[in-house]
């Protein structure tokens, strides 16, 4: 992938532990926190949203880095991110969009496109964002706590890296 300093960690996890950050409310609970910070960019003029998706794609980076000073292999990061990340990324970028929605929305007002400030439209969309997000991040917790920890065991001999609320396997 590319060079990095990092320091590949050693194996803090395996399949035969009950880690409680692994457990599927657990992770909830975490991408719920990312969710709700999102969506409160609404009332913060979108300052969270920005701030929030810029930690999401700063963690995945440093993610990529990890994997890449582990010498994870490209199959193997895809296998053990991609069923939960189907989910979880659409829910955090949805989120971002929810988040930028009333914003947006004063502003076009504020520019004199529009008459009315908000309008029932403009609410039922958010929410509609909100919800559909919402939606797609408990599946991707559950998907996250219950298949790749299968995935992991099924093809890497169940050696986990729990790292930033990802799961990676180690072996060679």
Known sequence: MFHSNMDCPEVIYSSNNNRDDLSFLSILKNNLLVVTLLLSGTLLLGSTTLVNLMN???TVAR???LANACNLSLHKFLLLVLPHGIFEIPAIIIAGAAGFKIPY??????AGRKEQILTKEDIKEYFTLALISII???IA???EAYVTPRVANTFYRGKLLFSSGLSYTLDN
């Open 105 to 110: 929305e004063i502003i076009r007002y504020l």
């Open 136 to 138: 797609l991040i408990v």
């Open 63 to 65: 993610l990529i880095i």
């Open 141 to 143: 917790a559950f998907v």
């Open 56 to 58: 999401s794609g700063i």
